[in-house]
């Protein structure tokens, strides 16, 4: 998610190949993955023992560049969610991991993230294989996961609870506890790093959880899961059910030993998820995405500008939920702008995540992809016009893969789908404005409310519109950083709660409130 940190790709233990299209980056020898090919795997993590699914059942994880199987995982079902959250409930009850010093559990967490730094670049290579991001934003995202480990770790102990005002003879303290089994369900656009932002605040809290990945990217999942075992976490706290949503994920929003579900992925699964979750009356944290706004104003460098607005929408192909898909830009430099965009979205080398110089690799799966598709045909009908991309790239070699060339469509209106719906692709809209007050109208004229941009160099119109956008993260003069301590979530239909900073820790904390009558005597109520 974070844009803009680019090193070198230069590595010693990849080697790229001109001209082969086999896959020739190849994903590590470990138990819990299994070879293409293979009839049994055993990639559910349940009480501190990796295992194969119940029912025996295996998937093909694909590589999205090519189609190709990537490896062998189980597929859990229902019987094998029950488990973990079994194991996960006695590991709670138990009060053993509750009874681990807080200051302790900051020490795991370090651990934790010592441990991604020694396998940064295989994990980099893992994530880059599984859903098609380019090596360089998997290196990205084991540093930023990293440092949520870290900065969690640092909040670990730090508040113990308060002290509360009260009347003379009572003692009165607010006190923190962890909420119990968390279900964490993540989706397939950043699996390892939207784990992290559930597990680190979790882990610190002392819960104890099962984790549900995307069925087609659980690769880095299995990993974070060994890594939290080679750093000490006890056996029961952190359990791992690879499989399908309606399978593996639905029975952790209905199962009465959930205490808390936290998911992010579509609105659809989140409205089924709240549903759920009801019955049983779940704390619930959700993350729906959004359809983000950058409005750009008159007085800026264009060329800066396009440059981020270029990053901003089409880093990891668009498929990011703050990604910016939504441009509004003022009439006197619509023309300019857009033509620029234009021209250079044209140029950017959409390829394997692996190969050197490629921006854009391919969209998660073929299923992903036609919906893409679909939406783009969808504005067309609707009267926008494509001016760069909306089509597949040429090359033969990425025929195999699910490829889509980034994709700037101008005339649009509010009112199109196009503009309103999260296409979650290389795709992005641009309208027009004249005036801050339609600006800030058009900017908050969506159901979502994850984030926003505004560029500016008038700086109190950029506070005055970042004051009055309905989002949860506001840019100025930027897109798409974010910090572990600064709170992230949406206002509106993206969601409810919020993930990272103080309040991402609170997420997984009960506040109970402890008053102690110092001497009681008969009050006399009755008789
Ligand atoms: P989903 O919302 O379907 O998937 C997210 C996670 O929920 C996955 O682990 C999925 O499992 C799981 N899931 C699905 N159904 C259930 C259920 N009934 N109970 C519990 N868990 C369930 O996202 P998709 O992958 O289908 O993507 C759909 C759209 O969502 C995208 O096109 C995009 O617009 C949006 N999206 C938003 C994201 C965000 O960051 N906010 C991230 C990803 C997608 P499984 O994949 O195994 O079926």
């Excluded at 590590?28 to 070879?35: E, H, K, N, Q, T």
């Excluded at 968390?182 to 605040?201: E, F, H, V």
């Excluded at 593996?248 to 929003?253: K, T, Y």
């Excluded at 009465?256 to 709240?274: C, E, H, K, N, Q």
């Amino acid at each position: 998610m974070r844009l803009g940190r680019v090193e070198s790709f230069v590595s010693t233990n990849l080697g790229h190949v001109a001209g082969v299209s086999e896959p020739y980056v190849t994903l590590p020898s470990v138990p819990y993955l299994a070879p293409p090919g293979s009839a049994t795997a055993g990639s559910l993590y349940i009480d501190g023992r990796w295992r194969e699914a119940r029912n025996g059942r295996v998937r093909e994880i694909l590589n999205p560049a090519d189609g190709s199987v990537l490896t062998i995982v189980s597929e859990g079902g229902r019987a094998d969610t029950e488990d973990a959250i079994a194991a996960a409930r006695r590991a709670f009850d138990s009060g053993e991991w509750r009874r681990v010093s807080e200051d302790e559990r900051g020490r795991l967490l370090d651990r934790i993230a010592d441990l991604l730094q020694r396998d940064r670049e295989e994990i980099a290579v893992m994530e880059s294989l599984d859903t098609g991001k380019t090596i360089e934003e998997g290196r990205i995202d084991v540093d930023d996961v990293t440092d949520v480990f870290r900065y969690y770790a640092g909040l670990a102990g730090k508040d113990a609870g308060r002290l509360v005002s009260a009347p003379e003879g009572v003692h009165s303290k607010v006190v923190y506890e962890p909420v119990g089994v968390c279900g964490m369900i993540t989706p397939w656009n950043y699996p390892l790093l939207q784990l992290s932002w559930k597990m680190a605040p979790a882990l610190a809290a002392g819960n104890t959880m099962v984790v549900k990945p995307s069925e087609i990217t659980p690769v880095t999942t299995a990993k974070l899961v060994e890594l939290t075992t080679e750093a000490g976490v006890p056996a029961g706290v952190v359990n791992l059910v690879t499989g399908s949503g309606p399978d593996a994920g639905a029975p952790l929003s209905e199962h009465p030993d959930v205490d808390l579900i936290s998911f992010t992925g579509g609105l659809a699964t989140g409205r089924r998820i709240m549903a759920a979750a009801s019955e049983t009356v779940k704390k619930i944290a959700l993350e729906l995405g959004g359809k983000n706004p950058n409005i750009i104003f008159p007085d800026v460098d264009l060329d800066t500008a396009v440059d981020y607005a270029l990053a901003a929408a089409f880093f990891h192909s668009g498929q990011v939920c703050s990604a910016g898909a939504r441009l509004i830009v003022h009439n006197d430099i619509h023309d300019a702008f857009t033509t620029e965009l234009a021209r250079r979205a044209e140029a950017i080398r959409v390829g394997r995540g692996q190969d050197q110089d490629v921006r854009c690799g391919p969209l998660v799966s073929a299923e992903h992809r036609a919906k893409v598709e679909a939406a783009v045909a969808r504005g067309v009908e609707e009267g926008a016009r494509i001016i760069a991309g909306g089509r597949r790239p040429d090359d033969p070699d990425l025929a195999q893969g699910y490829f889509y060339r980034p994709t700037v469509f101008v005339d649009c209106e509010r009112s199109m789908d196009i503009v309103q719906d999260e296409v979650f692709g290389p795709v992005v809209t641009v309208e027009r404005f004249e005036t801050e007050r339609q600006a800030i109208e058009l900017g908050n004229d969506t159901d979502y409310g994850l984030s926003g941009g505004v560029w500016t160099n008038d700086t109190a119109r950029g506070e005055r519109v970042a004051a009055a956008l309905r989002h949860g993260t506001i840019w100025i003069n930027d897109f798409g950083p974010y910090f572990p301590g600064a709170e992230w979530g949406g206002y509106g239909r993206s969601g409810i709660g919020r993930e990272l900073g103080p309040a991402g820790l609170d997420e997984y904390r009960e506040a109970k409130h402890v008053y102690r009558n110092l001497a009681p005597e008969p009050q006399r109520w009755f008789g």
